[in-house]
């Protein structure tokens, strides 16, 4: 009956909990949260960098910076995945070339693509959260006797974070969803596991909505503990953050 | 303590200060007035060197700003700036914003710095807020945690650019209090302000500027009964009806 109108396709879930399809999953949702992960905190760290160095105006720095943002961003993220892996390692010395392949390359190449090209997406979230500030602050701390770089870490950098957490979720979110683009490089990530069950069982609707499904719940896990962080580190007084404003 | 020979200043094409020459001595109260766009305000920013000269020299407590080896981060420390905006950190509470310069830049304990900057709470009247953040304080509070921090770096000069402007009328009083015991403890203080009550009774010299000279530098019993200039007295007549 269901032939007729060519909905032949059999659901098998259980393909999912049976090994090695279980084990699969498991370890690519691993490799998938230690990715983004390093990719993350390298990417917060490059965006700090390269974001505070875009505000200055000591022109070497903004410079370099600027070059940094527009030379990254505009490449798309699967042209970096194959540059940092079938590329960048050729030219790299000798012992360089050694350790990425003893420690794995593809998970490597994967780490510098993503967090190179969302550092330089995130810099200019935090460039417009340094820019929002007004520059008397910069003008206080340095009248203080503080010097810029301290002025930088103690109040600019500090009061531009708190501000750009909404916009730095969505980055966040879009780096670990990113992730999936690294199984392209050989990275058995979850997107590869799903895959991978699907070549083995013919299971597609299974697998890849097993997948799907995960990444949802890790992309929800993540704003809700953005929200969390934004109602812990908001400025008392300065912005009423959805917790009831008086109208 | 602060001397200006032949300072000249512009901003691209605009001249914004004119051959200014000018000795401050130490315990001066000196209080600038004039014109908005006359250049008292880039005149004090120029102190500790917020704002460049392009010739001429400035002398602070002996050192030259233009030269080539001034610290700049170790002089800003001995010149203490209050602005007209307050510029609290907003995600400090009062009392960390008071103690954040003397642990990084004078290296003060904790400890040290903690109970300096109460005691400094408190000379400033609001002992009771140290632990509320700026944007829970009024303008009046705010300007004087200000004032505060500033002071915690035990500074050989303060500038205040027009520090009540921002200021409800019932707020500027408290602040002006505050100034006037710091006057009354000899600091060296140059004000920008429009407070001519203040000016008369606390200042040592009044300093007119308009279109980036200086046009009047009296004491204040010349100043407001003899104005030299012309364009001082109808500046006087303008800001002394209400």
Known sequence: MFGLFGLSYEFRWSVLWVDPHLTWLLNGLSTTLRLAAISWIIAVLLGIIFGAMRTVSFRPAHAIATVYVEFFRNVPLLVWLFFWYFGAPEVFPEFLKQWFIRHGIEFWSGVAAISIYHGSRLAEVIRSGIQAIPKTQLEAGLSSGLSVIETYRLILIPVALRLIVPPATNESLNLLKNTSLAMTIGVAELTFAARQIETYTAKAVEALTAAALIYLVLCLTISMIMNKIERKYAIPGLIARGTGAEH | ?242
Request: glycine share 6%; charged share 25%; with cysteine.
């Open chain 2, 1 to 242: 303590m602060i001397e200006f020979r032949g300072v000249n200043k512009w901003f691209g094409s605009l001249h914004v200060l004119k051959d200014i020459n000018l000795a401050i001595k130490q315990r001066e109260v000196v209080v600038v007035c004039g014109p908005s766009g006359s250049g008292k305000s880039t005149l004090i920013r120029c102190i500790n060197r917020l704002e460049r000269i392009q010739n001429g020299e400035i002398i602070v407590d002996g050192i030259s700003l233009s030269g080539k080896k001034t610290d700049i981060t170790k002089l800003r420390a001995e010149v203490g700036m209050v602005f007209q905006q307050f510029n609290l950190y907003p995600h400090k509470t009062a009392l960390e914003n008071i103690i954040l310069a003397p642990i990084w830049v004078r290296k003060q304990s904790r400890a040290k710095a903690l109970k300096i900057g109460k005691d400094l709470m408190a000379k400033v009247g609001i002992p009771d807020k140290l632990d509320s953040y700026p944007a829970q304080l009024s303008g009046g509070q705010q300007q004087r945690v200000a004032i505060a921090r500033a002071l915690a770096m035990q500074p050989k000069i303060m500038l205040f650019d027009e520090p009540t402007s921002a200021l409800d009328p019932e707020m500027i009083n408290e602040v002006l209090d505050v100034m006037t015991n710091l006057a009354r403890e000899g600091m060296t203080m140059i004000v920008i302000t429009h407070e001519m009550g203040f000016a008369h009774r606390v200042s040592t010299r009044i300093i007119f500027m308009d279109e980036g000279q200086i046009l009047e530098d009296e004491s204040p019993e010349l100043f407001f009964t003899q104005p030299k200039n012309e364009r001082t007295r109808f500046f006087l007549s303008k800001i002394l009806t209400h």
